[in-house]
């Protein structure tokens, strides 16, 4: 369905002519095919997100856990940053592996990432976590360590993890 999403004319014909033939028949519409093209897909779109940041220069980073789909925390790293025409973009960029829930670890991920990324550290002029109450001392050590890194990397909790809060709190009363 993805390829007859994004298919020109050769690719429809191409599926019109190999699809569903069976598994004797060489189709290159496989499952580890498509999921080839999905992660070339989404290579591409990474590099055109860190050439916008690049060109901004300045950019703030957003890092919170998320759960899959078995429970399992995941690390969203997130890239907010200003277009040319004035216009304030956020993109998801990558999801990591959870790395545990102490600053350090979180820092050397943060860390990892941006240098695996190509993107300088001095640059990063915001970061925003989550500040919930069981790791929010370690989000602080991962402000704290950032900041010791690039002084001018602010600190601005997440304003729609604080907005949750209200509202969980204005639902319980």
Known sequence: ??????????????IKNYAN?????TSYLSKIIYEEVIELMAKKVRETIIVEVKKAKYYCIIVDYTPDISHVDQIDFILR??????????????????????GTDMYNAVKETLESLQININDLRGQSYDNVANISDNYKMLQALIKKDNPLAQFTPCAGHGLNTVDTHAAES
């Open 1 to 14: 369905m993805l390829f007859e999403f994004l298919s020109d004319p050769f690719i429809n014909e191409h």
């Open 21 to 25: 033939k069976g598994s004797d028949s």
């Open 81 to 102: 940053y200003v277009l040319p025409n004035g216009v304030a973009a956020e993109r998801f960029v990558k999801l990591l592996d959870n790395v545990g829930y102490k």
